[in-house]
Nanobody, 114 residues
Framework: VQLQASGGGLVQAGGSLRLSCAAS????????MGWYRQAPGEQRELVAI???????RYGDSWKGRFTISRDNAKNTVYLQMNSLKPEDTAVYYC?????????WGQGTLVTVSS
């Protein structure tokens, strides 16, 4: 399974970004897809996960500002990020899992300027 993330970049505080992550390869058994993030000097942490059936779970810090969605026909997961804050600056990693293991994308950098 390969995961290709896109959509990161530089945005001013209060702005929005939409991240996308497309899965390819042996994807027939994939279930959950989602996003983690890692800010400088910090551990990687959950942003949001969504099941193949559309059930979403969010990390406590982002629920209400971020929305995860998924297009199973395109094998793509999205993260809509609104009201961005400088502390949202981080590398955002796409992840997907099947019953055997988790897969990780290369990460996309989001920088929020004040």
């Amino acid at each position: 399974v390969q995961l290709q993330a896109s959509g990161g970049g530089l945005v001013q505080a209060g702005g929005s970004l939409r991240l996308s992550c497309a899965a390819s390869g042996s994807i027939f058994s994939l279930d959950a897809m989602g996003w983690y993030r890692q800010a400088p000097g910090e551990q990687r942490e959950l942003v949001a996960i969504i099941s193949k059936g559309g059930i979403a779970r969010y990390g406590d810090s982002w629920k209400g500002r971020f929305t995860i969605s998924r297009d199973n026909a395109k094998n793509t997961v999205y993260l809509q990020m609104n009201s961005l804050k400088p502390e949202d600056t981080a590398v955002y990693y796409c992840t997907a899992g099947d019953i055997q293991r988790d897969y990780w994308g290369q990460g996309t950098l989001v920088t929020v300027s004040s």
